[in-house]
């Protein structure tokens, strides 16, 4: 059990140090808000617009696409150095991973899912 | 001809599709006779299967049909069976005939009804589920039985679902009846756990081997049962809602208010009969319940002026009777009073139905008197199932009541005894009051109202029911040794072994090493003595003769005393508010709930509640919504609680 | 180069997950080619559904274990994907006529529903806890689509984005716990998990037992228990009804098939540990479920709340864990099926174009102009309350007696006084039905599928309830 006690005593103090200096700075620091201080900069430059800007949601589509051909690759590899063993049953199993994501490919294509605009 | 048996209920429930889902289509003459006739083919069948039984050597009489095996899961199997006997003979005959005669009734009364096909269809499937009941040969079957009468009393009791105070009488009857019926559960689930089955055969056989006599199992079962059957016969402290559910149609009072719904639970409790003998605490509570029950709910009756109100009091008091018996052993008393009951409150109910009818709907006595000369059938009948319940020789009443008073002080109690000669002394009062009131004396009905006689789809049940409130009596004649036919006739059924069941206990006992109580009292057989028994009778005639002559003197000689006797009594008060249980009951359920809602939740919606059920409603309503409160809607508070949750489970499980 | 140990692999047996995904493409990409009549796409996914529980027979001499024994055929799976395909049956057939009427017409919905069950047999086949995890997120991210489908109504879209966000954290609970359990045991293999626990030899007691602790919420999650079941009233209010439906009866199953083999199969010796847990989790469900039932007015709220009831009921089934346990658990989710698609398919019925219909109120009256459906409501209702002779009442009774064998006496009182009040607001809404003045026009357009699925669910709440033994006898050989 003592290695268990150092850990939790190392998370003890740990919690500890962060809710006093929290507690701290709650209860220490000088507090007057005004507007000028509320801006995202304090420096004196007045904001233009939301901090948050919108983008199309398509970069978001892409991206998710992009992640799934990206893995087939990522899988690809070990496969690859790995297929003198696997042998053939190995190659069957990756021409179906293929055409599975192919299918995933023919319905992106077929719903529009690559057109810009 | 016992191969048949499943057509028994299988009419009812055919009559009850056809008119529940054609009823519009066919007319109301057709609904009529599909329900009348379904019902006419079951008492048929009946009447074949009593035939047969007649002629089954005694001790062979006993038929099992299984149709299917429902389930078996396990150790546990379920068989969806009939079983045939004396006792539930006895019951079949009853329900179908009475039940019959209520529906060709009903066709008279329910004739200007708009939903008539909803009424029968209603009253058909309660014959089914009825027939259920005192057909099944386990456990699951009568409660099945059981739920299902619950329900189509539910239904009939709101049929005039346009009347808040029909509904909320119909609410009450099913959430007051739950109670009992809970407890019927568990008790059916205990059986299970001691025996691994629920059939009725392998129980009872069983239970003297594997039971000590008087042990807490045995009593906590027969103790559990009864529960449910005060619930189901509105016995104290579950009565109250049987009086609120004369909302429902007159022939429904009758029929499952008075003839069969609410002696479901003597039927049980004899059924049980075993379970109950292996348990004398259990039986004495039984006795004083019922006991009890007598005479409360007849002080009721005699201050009610609602005619059917009156008769529902007087019902639950009656069905007291019968617990009285069960209580003290007396199994073929109960069961001769629930028949003779049948007979003559049947009778009273479609009688009252009939003057209800007459008077175009006035229920209230006050407004009836010297009803005899415009409605002559109803009077002699009503007369004579009067006569029958006051006591009077040689009428059913007399027979089947003496029976009781007799085996309550054969058993020794002087106190139950007691009970039962106030009851009946109370029955005489109230029930000739009742005539008196309605029947006799001047005129009080409304000038506007014209009373008449009814039509003969109505007279002629009511004779037929005055006939056999008149003559049922004959089924079990007293003092000559073998003329109680119903005695005989349930011998086979009630035979319980005491000497030896007693042995087996002690041995039972023996074996954990443990001394078995004094129990010699229960061997003790009470002589038969004819001159108790005949002077009994005398008896019970006087006390019943008293009652009439004291009702007679109050309502029909000196009709100002009763009022002048009871002005400024605070007791008549009490007894006319039905003791406030009612107010009890609110107070107890109802009044902290607004109170500890108006504390917590700063308004408390109090208006309309009235009766515990809607109390019980209240509480879990307040906790709906403080779980509304956490139901937020806000995913960040859904996360929070499952982290609690999550805290929760943790705690537990490791401290 | 070291050796890759290569798997028993066993394409039988994985058969029916293999035809239904397959199927599962094949709608895919039909619906891209044939853009408004969906007639066809359906047709193929309801082939695939019944050549997917024809394949699920394909193994005899059962159980068979394959895939280095993280995956098995046995009674249980076969009869749960026979539940699977069923209430993926119904689901899309309720859909034909809703989805005409809401206009949904993404063909990717079917497809969406067949994936899902693929994620359901995996879930009820899987011995392994990696594949579990995998049948769950399958299972999962179908369902957040299907609950937001609907894209242009928000309500959808909020219940669609609820699920997600606790869907993805509950999983993160569920992974932790699986993680811990690997720790302590150092296999995810349920078999072997259940060996180590009978034979002492595993690593760190606080380890494993906090890992079960996270297991039953990552579960409690999935089957919508309390204090996990807090997504359940909102997403099945805002998904579509057939979704909600489908949602009740298939992944529930799924998750409590996958409940039910790592707790009572894998972990029986340490019951003692999660047992009291389980209860707590159940008797609170219970409670929960109907109380919170009792408040609603809105019938798809007042479903979901009763179905978190149910879920209680259940587990009282995995508490129990002999092997009746398993199967009243299946007969209970089978019976519950039949149930549940009833009503909601009535639920569907009863709603039109403009006003889908889903206050009680809305319901006052509907024995006057429509006494068949009013009848079959009833019937559905008083089932999901335990009412004899309908199937409920026999699926409860089996779960009961189950626990009673077991000794949980308390539980089962606590569960049937449960179902005691759960009468209260089932009757409620039959009161509604029943004997009060009709508010509105009822404007019910019998759609013929939806009738059917009706017709279907009755003749089984009813069958079931009355002839319940040639099933029990087949779920339990």
Same mark, same amino acid.
């Given at each position: 059990?003592?290695?268990?006690?150092?850990?939790?005593?190392?998370?003890?103090?740990?919690?500890?140090?962060?809710?006093?200096?929290?507690?701290?700075?709650?209860?220490?620091?000088?507090?007057?808000?005004?507007?000028?201080?509320?801006?995202?900069?304090?420096?004196?430059?007045?904001?233009?617009?939301?901090?948050?800007?919108?983008?199309?949601?398509?970069?978001?589509?892409?991206?998710?696409?992009?992640?799934?051909?990206?893995?087939?690759v990522?899988?690809?590899?070990p496969?690859?150095?790995?297929?003198?063993?696997?042998?053939?049953?190995?190659?069957?199993?990756?021409?179906?991973?293929?055409?599975?994501?192919?299918?995933?490919?023919?319905?992106?294509?077929?719903?529009?899912?690559?057109?810009?605009? | 001809?016992?191969?048949?048996?499943?057509?028994?209920?299988?009419?009812?429930?055919?009559?009850?599709?056809?008119?529940?889902?054609?009823?519009?289509?066919?007319?109301?003459?057709?609904?009529?006779?599909?329900?009348?006739?379904?019902?006419?083919?079951?008492?048929?069948?009946?009447l074949?299967m009593?035939?047969?039984?007649?002629?089954?050597?005694?001790?062979?009489?006993?038929? %099992?049909?299984?149709?299917?095996?429902?389930?078996?899961?396990?150790?546990?199997?379920?068989?969806?069976?009939?079983?045939?006997?004396?006792?539930?003979?006895?019951?079949?005959?009853?329900?179908?005939g009475?039940?019959?005669?209520?529906?060709?009734?009903?066709?008279?009364?329910?004739?200007?009804?708009?939903?008539?096909?909803?009424f029968?269809?209603?009253?058909?499937?309660?014959?089914?589920?009825?027939?259920? *009941?005192?057909?099944?040969?386990?456990?699951?079957?009568m409660?099945?039985?059981?739920?299902?009468?619950?329900?189509c009393?539910?239904f009939?009791?709101?049929?005039?679902?346009?009347?808040?105070?029909?509904?909320?009488?119909?609410?009450?009857?099913?959430?007051?009846n739950r109670?009992?019926?809970?407890?019927?559960?568990?008790?059916?689930?205990?059986?299970?756990?001691?025996?691994?089955?629920?059939?009725?055969?392998?129980?009872?056989?069983?239970?003297?081997?594997?039971?000590?006599?008087?042990?807490?199992?045995?009593?906590?079962?027969?103790?559990?049962?009864?529960?449910?059957?005060?619930?189901?016969?509105?016995?104290?402290?579950?009565?109250?809602?049987?009086?609120?559910?004369?909302?429902?149609?007159?022939?429904?009072?009758?029929?499952?208010?008075?003839?069969?719904?609410?002696?479901?639970?003597?039927?049980?409790?004899?059924?049980c009969?075993?379970?109950?003998?292996?348990?004398?605490?259990?039986?004495?509570?039984?006795?004083?319940?019922?006991?009890?029950?007598?005479?409360?709910?007849?002080?009721?009756?005699?201050?009610?002026?609602?005619?059917?109100?009156?008769?529902?009091y007087?019902?639950?008091?009656?069905?007291?009777?019968?617990?009285?018996?069960?209580?003290?052993?007396?199994?073929?008393?109960?069961?001769?009073?629930?028949?003779?009951?049948?007979?003559?409150?049947?009778?009273?109910?479609?009688?009252?139905? =009939?003057?209800?009818?007459?008077?175009?709907?006035?229920?209230?006595?006050r407004?009836?008197?010297?009803?005899?000369?415009?409605?002559?059938?109803?009077?002699?009948?009503?007369l004579?199932?009067?006569?029958?319940?006051?006591?009077?020789?040689?009428?059913?009443?007399?027979?089947?009541?003496?029976?009781?008073?007799?085996?309550?002080?054969?058993d020794?109690?002087?106190?139950?005894?007691?009970?039962?000669?106030?009851?009946?002394?109370?029955?005489?009062?109230?029930?000739?009051? *009742?005539?008196?009131?309605?029947?006799?004396?001047?005129?009080?009905?409304?000038?506007?109202?014209?009373?008449?006689? =009814?039509?003969k789809?109505?007279?002629?049940?009511?004779?037929?029911?005055?006939?056999?409130?008149?003559?049922?009596?004959?089924?079990?004649?007293?003092?000559?040794?073998?003329?109680?036919?119903?005695?005989?006739?349930?011998?086979?059924?009630?035979h319980?072994?005491?000497?030896?069941?007693?042995?087996?206990?002690?041995?039972?006992?023996?074996?954990?090493?443990?001394?078995?109580?004094?129990?010699?009292?229960?061997?003790? %057989?009470?002589?038969?003595?004819?001159?108790?028994?005949?002077?009994?009778?005398?008896?019970?005639?006087?006390?019943?003769?008293?009652?009439?002559?004291?009702?007679?003197?109050?309502?029909?000689?000196?009709?100002?005393?009763?009022?002048?006797?009871?002005?400024?009594?605070?007791?008549?008060?009490?007894?006319?508010?039905?003791?406030?249980?009612?107010?009890?009951?609110?107070?107890?359920?109802?009044?902290?709930?607004?109170?500890?809602?108006?504390?917590l939740?700063?308004?408390?919606?109090?208006?309309?509640?009235?009766?515990?059920v809607?109390?019980?409603?209240?509480?879990?309503?307040?906790?709906?919504?403080?779980?509304?409160?956490?139901?937020?809607?806000?995913?960040?508070?859904?996360?929070?609680?499952?982290?609690?949750?999550?805290?929760?489970?943790?705690?537990?499980?490791?401290? | 180069?070291e050796?890759?140990?290569s798997?028993?692999?066993?394409?039988?047996?994985?058969?029916?997950v293999?035809?239904?995904?397959?199927f599962?493409?094949?709608?895919?990409?039909?619906?891209?080619?044939?853009?408004?009549?969906?007639?066809?796409?359906?047709?193929?996914?309801?082939?695939?559904?019944?050549?997917?529980?024809?394949?699920?027979?394909?193994?005899?001499?059962?159980?068979?274990?394959?895939?280095?024994?993280?995956?098995?055929?046995?009674?249980?799976?076969?009869?749960?994907?026979?539940?699977?395909?069923?209430?993926?049956?119904?689901?899309?057939?309720?859909?034909?006529?809703?989805?005409?009427?809401?206009?949904?017409?993404?063909?990717?919905?079917?497809?969406?529903?067949?994936?899902?069950?693929?994620?359901?047999?995996?879930?009820?086949?899987?011995?392994?806890?990696?594949?579990?995890?995998?049948?769950?997120?399958?299972?999962?991210?179908? #369902? @957040?689509?299907?609950?937001?489908?609907?894209?242009?109504?928000?309500?959808?879209?909020?219940?669609?984005?609820?699920?997600?966000?606790?869907?993805?954290?509950a999983?993160?609970?569920?992974?932790?716990?699986?993680t811990?359990? @690997?720790?302590?045991?150092?296999?995810?293999?349920?078999?072997?998990?259940?060996?180590?626990?009978?034979?002492?030899?595993?690593?760190?007691?606080?380890?494993?037992?906090?890992?079960?602790?996270?297991?039953?919420?990552?579960?409690?999650?999935?089957?919508?228990?309390?204090?996990?079941?807090?997504w359940?009233?909102?997403? &099945?209010?805002?998904?579509?009804?057939?979704?909600?439906?489908?949602?009740?009866?298939?992944?529930?199953?799924?998750?409590?098939?996958?409940?039910?083999?790592?707790?009572?199969?894998?972990?029986?010796?340490?019951?003692?540990?999660?047992?009291?847990?389980?209860c707590?989790?159940?008797?609170?469900?219970?409670?929960?479920?109907?109380?919170?039932?009792?408040?609603?007015?809105?019938?798809?709220?007042?479903?979901?709340?009763?179905?978190?009831?149910?879920?209680?009921?259940?587990?009282?089934?995995?508490?129990?864990?002999?092997?009746?346990?398993?199967?009243?658990?299946?007969?209970?989710?089978?019976?519950?099926?039949?149930?549940?698609?009833?009503?909601?398919?009535?639920?569907?019925?009863?709603?039109?174009?403009?006003?889908?219909?889903?206050?009680?109120?809305?319901?006052?009256?509907?024995? @006057?102009?429509?006494?068949?459906?009013?009848?079959?409501?009833?019937?559905?209702?008083?089932?999901?309350?335990?009412?004899?002779?309908?199937?409920?009442?026999?699926?409860k009774?089996?779960?009961?007696?189950?626990a009673?064998?077991?000794?949980?006496?308390?539980?089962?009182?606590?569960?049937? #006084?449960?179902?005691?009040?759960?009468?209260? &607001?089932?009757?409620?809404?039959?009161?509604?039905?029943?004997?009060?003045?009709?508010?509105?026009?009822?404007?019910i357009?019998?759609?013929?599928?939806?009738?059917?699925?009706?017709?279907?669910?009755?003749?089984?709440?009813?069958?079931?309830?009355?002839?319940?033994?040639?099933?029990? @006898?087949?779920?339990?050989?």
């Amino acid at each position: 059990m003592s290695e268990y006690f150092f850990i939790s005593l190392a998370a003890i103090v740990a919690i500890g140090v962060v809710a006093v200096l929290l507690l701290l700075s709650t209860i220490l620091g000088p507090r007057n808000p005004n507007r000028a201080k509320l801006t995202p900069y304090e420096c004196g430059i007045i904001p233009q617009e939301e901090a948050k800007g919108r983008y199309p949601v398509r970069f978001a589509t892409l991206a998710m696409l992009f992640i799934i051909f990206d893995i087939e690759v990522v899988f690809m590899y070990p496969w690859a150095v790995s297929l003198g063993e696997l042998k053939l049953f190995g190659l069957l199993e990756m021409v179906v991973f293929i055409a599975i994501l192919g299918i995933a490919y023919i319905y992106i294509w077929g719903r529009g899912g690559l057109e810009w605009d | 001809m016992f191969h048949l048996a499943f057509l028994v209920p299988l009419f009812p429930l055919i009559g009850s599709i056809v008119n529940g889902f054609f009823g519009l289509r066919i007319g109301k003459k057709a609904v009529g006779w599909v329900a009348c006739g379904t019902v006419a083919f079951s008492f048929l069948v009946t009447l074949l299967m009593l035939g047969q039984l007649l002629f089954t050597p005694a001790e062979e009489r006993l038929f %099992e049909q299984t149709l299917f095996t429902w389930m078996a899961a396990g150790d546990f199997n379920a068989a969806f069976g009939f079983q045939i006997d004396p006792l539930s003979m006895v019951m079949m005959m009853v329900v179908t005939g009475v039940g019959f005669l209520i529906h060709v009734y009903s066709i008279g009364y329910m004739h200007d009804e708009y939903s008539y096909y909803r009424f029968f269809a209603y009253l058909n499937l309660f014959m089914f589920s009825m027939l259920l *009941l005192v057909m099944g040969n386990n456990f699951l079957m009568m409660f099945i039985g059981w739920e299902g009468v619950g329900l189509c009393s539910y239904f009939l009791i709101g049929y005039y679902f346009e009347k808040k105070s029909a509904c909320d009488a119909g609410t009450k009857a099913f959430v007051m009846n739950r109670v009992g019926d809970f407890a019927f559960l568990l008790a059916i689930m205990y059986i299970f756990y001691l025996f691994g089955t629920i059939d009725y055969t392998e129980v009872f056989h069983a239970a003297p081997e594997k039971l000590i006599l008087g042990a807490e199992p045995v009593t906590i079962i027969t103790l559990l049962l009864f529960v449910g059957a005060t619930g189901k016969s509105a016995q104290i402290p579950l009565y109250t809602w049987l009086p609120d559910a004369m909302e429902g149609p007159t022939p429904v009072s009758a029929l499952i208010h008075a003839a069969t719904m609410v002696t479901a639970g003597v039927y049980m409790v004899v059924r049980c009969s075993v379970l109950f003998n292996m348990a004398p605490f259990s039986m004495s509570v039984v006795a004083f319940i019922g006991g009890g029950t007598a005479i409360f709910a007849a002080t009721i009756g005699m201050t009610q002026f609602d005619i059917k109100r009156v008769l529902a009091y007087s019902t639950v008091s009656q069905i007291g009777y019968m617990f009285l018996a069960c209580g003290v052993g007396a199994y073929t008393a109960a069961i001769f009073h629930l028949v003779t009951h049948a007979f003559f409150k049947a009778c009273l109910f479609l009688g009252s139905g =009939s003057v209800i009818h007459g008077l175009h709907g006035e229920q209230d006595m006050r407004k009836m008197g010297d009803l005899k000369k415009h409605q002559p059938v109803t009077y002699i009948t009503f007369l004579i199932s009067t006569l029958a319940i006051a006591g009077i020789f040689p009428l059913s009443g007399f027979f089947s009541k003496d029976e009781i008073l007799y085996h309550a002080l054969m058993d020794g109690n002087t106190i139950l005894w007691g009970m039962g000669v106030t009851g009946a002394l109370l029955t005489a009062f109230y029930m000739f009051r *009742l005539v008196f009131m309605t029947f006799w004396g001047e005129s009080r009905v409304d000038p506007h109202v014209h009373p008449h006689e =009814s039509p003969k789809v109505m007279t002629l049940p009511l004779v037929i029911l005055a006939g056999l409130a008149a003559f049922g009596g004959l089924l079990g004649i007293p003092l000559v040794h073998g003329w109680h036919a119903l005695h005989n006739w349930l011998e086979p059924v009630l035979h319980f072994d005491m000497a030896s069941t007693l042995e087996h206990s002690k041995h039972l006992l023996h074996e954990v090493g443990r001394h078995a109580p004094h129990w010699e009292a229960l061997l003790i %057989e009470p002589e038969e003595n004819i001159w108790i028994e005949i002077s009994l009778m005398l008896l019970s005639l006087t006390v019943a003769l008293t009652g009439i002559a004291g009702a007679y003197f109050c309502y029909v000689k000196k009709p100002g005393l009763p009022d002048e006797l009871i002005k400024g009594q605070w007791g008549y008060d009490l007894v006319k508010n039905k003791y406030e249980v009612d107010e009890f009951y609110d107070a107890t359920f109802v009044e902290p709930t607004i109170q500890g809602s108006l504390l917590l939740w700063k308004k408390g919606d109090a208006q309309g509640i009235d009766g515990a059920v809607n109390g019980v409603a209240q509480i879990l309503g307040w906790c709906g919504q403080q779980a509304r409160v956490v139901q937020s809607g806000f995913v960040r508070n859904y996360a929070l609680f499952m982290v609690l949750g999550f805290i929760m489970l943790l705690f537990i499980m490791f401290f | 180069m070291e050796h890759i140990p290569s798997p028993t692999v066993d394409l039988v047996s994985l058969a029916p997950v293999l035809v239904l995904s397959v199927f599962a493409m094949m709608v895919l990409l039909v619906d891209l080619y044939v853009k408004r009549d969906k007639t066809l796409v359906i047709f193929i996914s309801l082939v695939g559904l019944l050549m997917t529980a024809i394949s699920a027979f394909a193994k005899f001499d059962l159980p068979v274990h394959s895939f280095n024994d993280s995956y098995v055929v046995d009674e249980l799976s076969v009869f749960f994907i026979m539940i699977f395909t069923l209430s993926s049956a119904l689901a899309i057939l309720l859909s034909i006529d809703y989805n005409k009427r809401e206009g949904i017409r993404m063909g990717e919905y079917y497809s969406l529903i067949l994936l899902c069950t693929v994620g359901m047999i995996l879930l009820a086949s899987s011995t392994d806890m990696i594949m579990i995890f995998l049948g769950i997120e399958i299972v999962s991210i179908c #369902l @957040y689509v299907l609950a937001g489908i609907r894209r242009s109504d928000p309500k959808s879209n909020e219940a669609a984005l609820k699920y997600f966000l606790l869907g993805a954290f509950a999983t993160g609970f569920l992974l932790y716990g699986m993680t811990l359990v @690997y720790g302590a045991t150092g296999t995810t293999k349920l078999g072997l998990i259940a060996e180590l626990i009978r034979e002492e030899q595993i690593a760190s007691k606080p380890l494993m037992l906090m890992g079960i602790v996270l297991l039953i919420i990552g579960f409690g999650f999935k089957v919508a228990s309390v204090p996990f079941h807090m997504w359940a009233p909102d997403v &099945y209010h805002g998904a579509p009804t057939p979704v909600t439906a489908f949602m009740a009866v298939g992944p529930k199953a799924a998750a409590f098939a996958a409940f039910f083999r790592v707790f009572a199969e894998a972990m029986p010796v340490l019951s003692p540990s999660w047992e009291s847990l389980l209860c707590i989790v159940a008797v609170l469900s219970m409670f929960i479920g109907n109380v919170g039932a009792i408040m609603q007015t809105n019938i798809k709220r007042l479903l979901a709340y009763s179905s978190v009831s149910h879920v209680g009921y259940i587990l009282i089934a995995v508490i129990a864990k002999n092997s009746l346990g398993s199967s009243s658990l299946v007969f209970y989710m089978l019976a519950y099926a039949f149930m549940i698609f009833g009503a909601f398919g009535i639920v569907i019925l009863i709603g039109r174009k403009e006003n889908e219909m889903l206050e009680i109120a809305d319901y006052s009256g509907l024995a @006057y102009k429509h006494p068949l459906m009013a009848i079959s409501m009833s019937v559905f209702l008083l089932s999901l309350g335990g009412m004899p002779p309908l199937a409920g009442f026999v699926a409860k009774f089996y779960i009961f007696s189950a626990a009673i064998k077991e000794g949980f006496v308390t539980l089962v009182v606590l569960a049937v #006084l449960n179902s005691v009040i759960s009468f209260y &607001y089932y009757l409620k809404v039959i009161v509604y039905m029943y004997m009060k003045e009709p508010e509105g026009e009822f404007q019910i357009s019998l759609a013929p599928m939806t009738v059917f699925v009706v017709v279907i669910a009755m003749v089984g709440t009813a069958g079931l309830g009355i002839f319940p033994d040639p099933i029990l @006898y087949f779920t339990q050989h």
